[in-house]
């Protein structure tokens, strides 16, 4: 299970299981696979698609091991004071206004301004299995500053699915749904002794409970996922995250990844592309680059004089390339964004491919002549994170999204 939970071995799968997904949707056995994602699984008050049940159900796994690592960074880690969040927290910021602002120049005329949020979102997993093949012996300062702006960026992300794609949620659905999470985490508290496999079990029941209540009352399914890891006990969640990682890496995301991008490519000349299509692919790795290096700027100036110089600009240029890689989160936001056209979402699927393969090569680039330059610099080892580590098992963060 080891290798399931590195961070090259989560962005590997992700990329190999859209790039399976896009081949496979535009060869013959491609009606097919649409036709299964398009079938319906289930009964009674839900009965959803495969897609769905993957977009909807499974991935609120993954963003509970995403609300999981968020409040660890919170309470213990990276982020648990002000002086050490404003920094990356003004990065994220700019990381999120300015490729939304790029995405709005292409398509803010045109009837798509709705999916502004596409281009905003940082696959954390990617982003730092990137850093692991290419960065041998960069300083752990820089996958610190990476974690914080991921883990902040995805914080963001939560709030636009919860607020941006919520549309007159049943209040009373979600005060139940309130109820039952504060249950699970007062149950949570209580995991030890006898009593531990029967509160585990009604722990189980609660949680799923839970995510229908969420479901059912209009707002993002995966958004339980995320109250439930926020209430959570650290000791158990910490626990329960170690054993759902292999499982989100190795299963979870690569199946979201391959459904999301079973889309056929659209038969027609550049110029008959959508303006969401540009959009997303300039915001991607352009928006992202300068937003995210423009607010490391900024924010290094919160910093002590003596502190300022710790995060050099070409370091800081690299970590906004590694932050243009979109993915698990951004294919999640465009679903949501063109879910009334089957037509523009394809198009803003292979938009978020697209953009994220430029930032990954580009960031790969930067990434390699950064770790030369500091192997030079430092022929000694520098302590860094061990190469295995994960930081979240999005593999985005990692966190898609």
Known sequence: ???????????????????????????????????????????????????????????????????????????AGELNSFAKAIHPAIAAACGVVVPALVYLAFAGGSGLADGWPIPTATDIAFALGVLAVFGRGLPNRLRVFLLALAVLDDLIAIVIIAVFFTTDPNLLELAAAAVVVAAFGLLSRMLRGRLRWPIGILMVLLAVLAWWLVYDSGVHATIAGVALGLVMSRAPAGRTTHALEPWS????????????????????????????????LVALPIGKLVGITLGGWLGSFTRPRHERGRLPLFALVTIAALGGIGFTVSLLMNELAFAGSAAV?????????????????????????LARRNRKRHPHPVAAAAPGAVVRSSGESGRDS
Not at 253 to 278: K, M, N, T
């Open 345 to 369: 979402r394809a198009e803003g699927t292979i938009a978020v491919l697209l953009g994220s393969a430029v930032s990954i090569v580009l960031s790969g680039v930067l990434v390699s002549v």
């Open 249 to 280: 890496n190795g299963f979870i995301l690569p199946l979201f990844a391959f459904s999301a991008a079973l889309v056929v490519i659209p038969s027609v000349s550049p110029s008959e592309l959508s303006p969401a299509f540009w959009g997303i």
């Open 1 to 75: 299970m080891s290798i399931i939970r590195s961070e090259r071995t989560a962005a590997g799968l992700l990329l190999g299981a859209a790039a399976l997904g896009l081949l496979l949707a535009n060869t013959a056995v491609g009606p097919a696979l649409l036709d299964l994602q398009h079938a319906h699984l289930g009964g009674g008050p839900v009965e959803l698609s495969v897609g769905h049940w993957v977009s909807d159900g499974l991935l609120a796994v993954f963003f509970f091991i995403v609300a999981v690592e968020l409040k660890h960074e919170l309470v």
